[in-house]
């Protein structure tokens, strides 16, 4: 019996060697729980939930992210609650995240599908939101009627900084002809203050175009008024601009293609203050 109680006490204390090296080779996985692809049927539900190791965090890493990019390659993080569990809104169909612990990490692609029924959803509201932006479209279509609150107000909308003095017009339904006034921007310099006035005037001859039945507007005059100061000191607010476009001549300028550097040249009629610089 001595014999036999000496050899189990080596074979117990190997047993247990082995349960200890056993224990310690063993490392808690990054992460659980986390699917490569996830169906939502609800629009904007695009919300994950997964667990990670103690001391983990994760990254949501950029979609138009590369090297050449002054932004972060790293979205934003997400600290894991009390019990690891981790919980994400992606805002992309294919969203890389980053698990990261110490010096392991690992990168993984999510794929958000919807499901069929919130595809036939989708379908059926792109297809009234279409009806209803044709219905809109065909209503709102109709150009502006001539009239000065109308010119003044679509010329505001189109460039908030164009400073409109004063619109008057006579208006008919065969034969019209408005003149704008327009308080120039004061800038650094007279070059300056000069190109953004040929701007102001290039985007009310567009706005004109684009906005309303040109084609009964025999004449737009764009005047343009600017400080300036005399010999003895004094300023006033004098004309420096007075230009005249036809219809016709409206007619053949290209919105998307017209510089306005050509403004002088393309007017109908063009005077400028020699207080003006030469462009």
Known sequence: MKKVKRLLVPLISMSLLLISLSACGQSEP???????EYV????????????????????V????????SNLSEILYEETPNSKGIVTLS?????????????????????????????????????EE????????ESTTSEQPSLSNDSIQSTIESADSGIDVESV????????STVQIVLNGRELASNKQAERAMLMDIS?????????????KISNIAVSVKYPLKDEGGNTSSEY???????GNKLDQLNSDGFNYKNVPNFATNWWQSEALPKL
């Open 61 to 68: 890493l950029r979609n138009d992210w590369n090297k050449n």
């Open 240 to 246: 420096v601009i007075k230009s005249d476009i036809s």
């Open 129 to 136: 939101n279409y009806s209803t932006a044709n219905t809109t």
């Open 90 to 126: 992606l805002s992309a169909n294919n969203q890389k995240i980053r698990i990261v612990n110490d010096d392991k990490s690992v990168t993984k692609t999510i794929k958000i599908k919807e499901s069929k029924k919130l595809q036939n959803e989708n379908s059926n509201n792109n």
């Open 40 to 59: 939502v049927n609800k629009l904007n539900d695009n919300k994950i939930k997964f667990k990670v190791s103690s001391g983990s965090k994760v990254e």
């Open 30 to 36: 990054l992460y659980s729980g986390l699917k490569k």
């Open 168 to 175: 008057n017009g006579s208006y008919t339904d065969t034969d």
């Open 203 to 215: 985007t009310i001859w567009k706005t004109m175009k684009d906005n309303f039945d040109y084609s």
